[in-house]
T-cell receptor
Framework: AQKVTQAQTEISVVEKEDVTLDCVYETRDTTYYLFWYKQPPSGELVFLIRRNSFDEQNEISGRYSWNFQKSTSSFNFTITASQVVDSAVYFCALSETEDSSYKLIFGSGTRLLVRP | DTGVSQDPRHKITKRGQNVTFRCDPISEHNRLYWYRQTLGQGPEFLTYFQNEAQLEKSRLLSDRFSAERPKGSFSTLEIQRTEQGDSAMYLC??????????FGPGTRLTVL
């Protein structure tokens, strides 16, 4: 069965520290997509990234980077030089292509608090 | 910017009342999804539409819940005879095919 696990419930860091949010997934599908969304206190989920299961290249976007490792079924998210505005709940999600709905299966989220 | 919009943003109702939420997707998106999020959890899938057709419903969607998407544009989610357990954030998302889903701000429902 498909599942996304975010073992870190809450992380607290001081501004400018680097922080990594872990995501482990389970799926029997050979082709799937992985996502990260950010949910700030306002509540709206903000799309950050989508990765195809065939593309294991790491991705960097500004201070954000993602490490996808199929061998360990992990898709971790690193924020470099964190800022107070990064404080939010971050969700990792999975979508399977065998499921024609492409619905998102979310983890339980990691709350990140960046202190000044 | 014409992102996904939802109305109302907050709804407080008494147990047993009916409520209806509206979602307006991004205009060129043919898929529309409804999710429910309870405190401290990730969103859970409820149902989705491709154009006007409702193609899948989760087991979470009891027979008190009904969703429509007339003419493949906006969608409504109705909950009849609300229960306290229905209290949650109801999120709508839209996508172009199987591309990434973009979410609206959600409707927070409180059932007293």
């Amino acid at each position: 069965a498909q599942k996304v696990t975010q073992a870190q419930t809450e992380i607290s860091v001081v501004e400018k520290e680097d922080v990594t949010l872990d995501c482990v997934y389970e799926t029997r599908d050979t082709t799937y997509y992985l996502f990260w969304y950010k949910q700030p206190p306002s509540g709206e989920l903000v799309f950050l990234i989508r990765r195809n299961s065939f593309d294991e290249q790491n991705e960097i976007s500004g201070r954000y980077s993602w490490n996808f490792q199929k061998s360990t079924s992990s898709f971790n998210f690193t924020i470099t030089a964190s800022q107070v505005v990064d404080s939010a709940v971050y969700f990792c999600a999975l979508s399977e292509t065998e499921d024609s709905s492409y619905k998102l299966i979310f983890g339980s989220g990691t709350r990140l608090l960046v202190r000044p | 910017d014409t992102g996904v919009s939802q109305d109302p943003r907050h709804k407080i109702t008494k147990r047993g009342q009916n409520v209806t939420f509206r979602c307006d997707p991004i205009s060129e998106h043919n898929r529309l999804y409804w999710y429910r999020q309870t405190l401290g959890q990730g969103p859970e899938f409820l149902t989705y539409f491709q154009n006007e057709a409702q193609l899948e419903k989760s087991r979470l969607l009891s027979d008190r819940f009904s969703a429509e998407r007339p003419k493949g544009s906006f969608s409504t989610l109705e909950i009849q005879r609300t229960e306290q357990g229905d209290s949650a954030m109801y999120l709508c998302a839209s996508s172009e095919g199987f591309n990434e889903q973009f979410f609206g701000p959600g409707t927070r429902l409180t059932v007293l």
